[in-house]
T-cell receptor
Framework: NAGVTQTPKFRILKIGQSMTLQCTQD?????MYWYRQDPGMGLKLIYY???????DKGEVPNGYNVSRSTTEDFPLRLELAAPSQTSVYFC???????????FGPGTRLTVT | KNEVEQSPQNLTAQEGEFITINCSYS?????LHWLQQHPGGGIVSLFM???GKKKHGRLIATINIQEKHSSLHITASHPRDSAVYIC????????????FGQGTRLTINP
């Protein structure tokens, strides 16, 4: 099992560009999460999903969109990238009432 | 005031020392995570606790639900233990979301 995979690992965007960060899991977990971690700071929740077709906002959703059409995939879309979105983005999963959280390796994004 | 507070924020020690990192929380919880993040690296779950004590190798985690407090101990510390250690809790209300502490940066010098 690959667990949680994220692509790309690194990306540099120009201001105003758009991109999609991919997250895929093969553990059949129903919960999926997107976090961002700014340099030297803690993790902040952007969006989460409790199952296919269901998503909800976290602490810092502005500037992002998500969709969850399948159990496996939870892409994060950045529209009109801004320097404030320079961060490391982590995807994570969890299965039901098991509180163990599994993190992907992260995507390091720089917006210049 | 943050719902999850860690202390110390930074800790430097010599190889071989016994390390303790503390986590206090102000809300009821369903479970508590200790996470490890190496510089520039990913995040690994070390422990998930809802009561008592767990041990993996040189790492021990304890939780006191009544006191709303958890500790992470490292015995015989090694430079490879240098990392940021993060405490995070699942609340029963809104149980879908983790609440994170600010992290403790541990540096072990050889």
């Amino acid at each position: 099992n690959a667990g949680v995979t994220q692509t790309p690992k690194f990306r540099i965007l120009k201001i105003g560009q758009s991109m999609t960060l991919q997250c895929t899991q093969d553990m059949n977990h129903n919960y999926m999460y997107w976090y961002r971690q700014d340099p030297g700071m803690g993790l902040k929740l952007i969006y989460y999903s409790v199952g296919a077709g269901i998503t909800d906002k976290g602490e810092v959703p502005n500037g992002y969109n998500v969709s969850r059409s399948t159990t496996e995939d939870f892409p994060l879309r950045l529209e009109l990238a801004a320097p404030s979105q320079t961060s490391v983005y982590f995807c994570a999963t969890r299965q039901g009432q098991n509180y163990e959280q599994y993190f992907g390796p992260g995507t390091r994004l720089t917006v210049t | 005031k943050n719902e999850v507070e860690q202390s110390p924020q930074n800790l430097t020690a010599q190889e071989g020392e016994f390390i303790t990192i503390n986590c206090s929380y102000s809300v009821g919880i369903s479970a508590l995570h200790w996470l490890q993040q190496h510089p520039g690296g990913g995040i690994v779950s070390l422990f998930m606790l809802s009561s008592g004590k767990k041990k993996h190798g040189r790492l021990i985690a304890t939780i006191n639900i009544q006191e709303k407090h958890s500790s992470l101990h490292i015995t015989a510390s090694h430079p490879r233990d240098s990392a940021v250690y993060i405490c995070a809790v699942w609340r029963p209300q809104g149980a879908q979301k983790l609440v994170f502490g600010q992290g403790t940066r541990l540096t072990i010098n050889p």
